[in-house]
């Protein structure tokens, strides 16, 4: 077993179990551990609020803080993802209206904080991928594009088989740690658990990933299956994307990526997921219907006093 990340050499290692399983599964230390648990239990605590209240935490012109169930899906629009979410984009910090919005949640600041702790993480592992397959390339600069996300999924409320649909993410990276077990990835063919274990984060690769290895790495496909649990279940992702103000040239170069424009397929593809495009987000043009959904929300249940935040 890997220990925790703090080096080179660890970081080279995650890199050879990309190579040589298509995904990799990160040890945490026991303080990033703590973290992690708090936001699930600040997240049971902010989805059980009112429809008006979770609405006012809302602002997804900029795709930031609470999202309900049905905009997002896996693979097609009559086939949503069954879960409410509330994600935050290290784009978005400091803009004056996701403040306002966002109105100290704790839950958005624990969010954040985790956010800077799994990037120090990935920061190290593109730098090893670099390292290895194009020595002396620019950092691959990700910062900007990558967000955090809570999954609430409520399992016994739905009869559906999978909670989410088989895909891959068409990001770069795709980290994800959950509460309970339902997830499950792709090897050799088939589907099997990835486990829930408190201790690790599993890192999966989305296709942009490949795109930049010339496919040595392939895309992780994966999906959630219902357990029909009675309580709830969580799930912690942060998705790892390019800045699209930048140059991406792959690491390793071959057909499979000749003439490609990364960053195009960057911003495009949250598309295919019912998502808006990076530019759109970045410039809060995302989500109109979302937005109107939340003034008619709001409009319609006069909006109780917020509980402590």
């Known amino acids: 077993m890997?220990?925790?990340v703090n080096d080179d050499r660890d970081y080279a290692q995650i890199v050879r179990q990309f190579e040589q399983t298509g995904f990799a599964r990160v040890p945490v230390t026991e303080a990033l551990a703590r973290k992690i648990d708090r936001i699930y239990r600040l997240g049971e605590e902010f989805f059980v609020r009112?429809?008006?209240?979770?609405?006012?935490?809302?602002?997804?012109s900029f795709v930031e803080g609470y999202r309900e169930l049905g905009p997002e899906y896996s693979q097609v629009p009559e086939r949503p993802?069954?879960?409410?979410?509330?994600?935050a984009w290290n784009r978005n910090r400091g803009r004056a209206e996701v403040e306002e919005a966002m109105g100290g949640l704790e839950l958005h600041r624990a969010l954040r904080d985790v956010s800077d702790d799994l990037s120090l993480i990935v920061g190290g592992i593109f730098r090893a991928m670099r390292d290895a397959w194009a020595p002396g390339n620019p950092d691959l600069r990700f910062y900007n594009g990558t967000y955090v996300q809570l999954n609430y999924y409520e399992p016994s409320e739905?009869?559906?088989?999978?909670?989410?649909?088989?895909?891959?993410?068409?990001?770069?990276?795709?980290l994800a740690k959950s509460n309970a077990p339902g997830l499950e990835i792709e090897v050799d063919g088939k589907y099997v658990s990835a486990g829930s274990d408190a201790n690790e984060i599993v890192f999966m690769p989305g296709s942009l990933l490949s795109l930049m290895t010339g496919y040595k790495i392939k895309p992780g496909y994966h999906q959630v299956r219902n357990t029909h649990r009675r309580d709830p279940?969580?799930?912690?992702?942060?998705?790892?994307?390019?800045?699209?103000?930048?140059?991406?040239?792959?690491?390793i170069k071959n057909e499979s990526n000749a003439g490609i424009d990364i960053?195009?397929?960057?911003?495009?593809?949250?598309?295919?997921?019912?998502?808006?495009?990076?530019?759109?987000?970045?410039?809060?043009?995302?989500?109109?219907?979302?937005?109107?959904?939340?003034?008619?929300?709001?409009?319609?249940?006069?909006?109780?006093?917020?509980?402590k935040a």
């Not at 009112?50 to 997804?60: F, G, H, L, N």
């Not at 593809?269 to 990076?278: D, H, N, S």
């Open 2 to 4: 890997l220990h925790p």
């Open 158 to 174: 739905h009869s559906a088989e999978l909670l989410q649909d088989s895909h891959e993410d068409a990001h770069l990276l795709t």
């Open 50 to 60: 009112s429809e008006a209240e979770k609405q006012s935490y809302s602002m997804q």
């Open 233 to 251: 279940r969580s799930a912690l992702l942060l998705f790892v994307n390019p800045e699209i103000n930048q140059t991406l040239e792959p690491w």
């Open 263 to 307: 960053i195009e397929r960057a911003n495009e593809g949250p598309k295919q997921f019912g998502m808006p495009t990076l530019v759109d987000g970045t410039a809060g043009e995302a989500f109109p219907e979302l937005m109107e959904h939340k003034e008619a929300v709001l409009a319609e249940q006069s909006q109780p006093a917020r509980a």
């Open 81 to 87: 993802d069954l879960t409410e979410s509330f994600s």
